[in-house]
């Protein structure tokens, strides 16, 4: 591990309180960057980064006066944004699409999805002028594969794989990389949201046999969000121990 690769970088990390995000950031801190942890929950946000020495930020993602105060707040306490993930988001609950409530999919929708949309829209046009840039979105496997009673969640993670896509095009000319990974599922927080049976399910469905460890997937980001990560752009990269069908 470069304990410098990060050095001289801001680094933003959406959801960085805790879970994969948490992870993220633990890994840029310690190699050197700058990170701002942008949080619906400032209080936890806070204490992690008073230990990495970096900032804390409360932000809705589905909120576009929000994700443009966030990027102030994260520019006058460490500098301009270099590096974005695309962590935060919400599973929703677990059910069939004819009785899914129609305002837990937009809720979905708005975080998951047009969350990812508010934050790189934000702040490309800052990485656009300075010649630098990498923004590393979270989507899932079951993007690509469509997970049974969780239909919001699923469509949410394919708009993010499409966004990752049509960004990283837009992009391509520029130094500013675009990239996404797709984990299967991971243990973290996000388990309070979905019942006994649907993470029964997901772990059936892994070869490996077991759930993934958030190092593991904070590994690929961070590789993806260095700039080692040269000559790949729109692309998605499966950490799905084994399930990935494509």
Not at 7 to 24: E, F, K, N, S, Y
Not at 46 to 74: F, H, I
Not at 140 to 146: F, L, W
């Amino acid at each position: 591990m470069a304990s410098d690769r990060f050095a001289g970088r801001v680094a933003a990390v959406t959801g960085g309180a805790r879970g994969i995000g948490l992870a993220v950031a633990e890994r840029i801190a310690a190699e050197g960057g700058r990170v701002a942890l942008w949080d619906v929950d400032l209080a936890e946000a806070e204490k992690v980064a008073a230990r990495l020495g970096g900032a804390a930020v409360k932000v809705d993602v589905a909120d576009d006066a929000s994700v443009a105060a966030a990027v102030a707040a994260t520019e006058a306490a460490l500098g301009p944004v270099d590096i974005l993930v695309n962590n935060a988001g919400i599973t929703g609950p677990n059910g069939p699409v004819e009785s899914y409530p129609v305002d837990a999919w937009r809720r979905v929708i708005d975080i998951d999805l047009t969350g990812v949309f508010l934050c790189s829209r934000a702040v490309v046009p800052g990485m656009r002028a300075r010649g630098r840039g990498r923004i590393v979105n979270v989507a899932s496997i079951a993007g690509k594969e469509g997970n049974p009673n969780a239909a919001a969640y699923s469509s949410a993670k394919a708009g993010v794989i499409a966004l990752t896509k049509a960004l990283g095009k837009e992009l391509a000319d520029t130094p500013i990389r675009v990239n996404c990974v797709t984990p299967a599922a991971v243990k973290t927080d996000i388990f309070a949201q979905m019942s006994e049976q649907h993470i029964g399910w997901m772990l059936s469905k892994i070869p490996m046999g077991r759930f993934g460890l958030v190092e593991e997937v904070a590994s690929l980001i961070c590789w993806l969000a260095s700039d080692e990560a040269s000559f790949s752009t729109g692309a998605v990269f499966d950490i799905s121990g084994g399930r990935a069908t494509y």
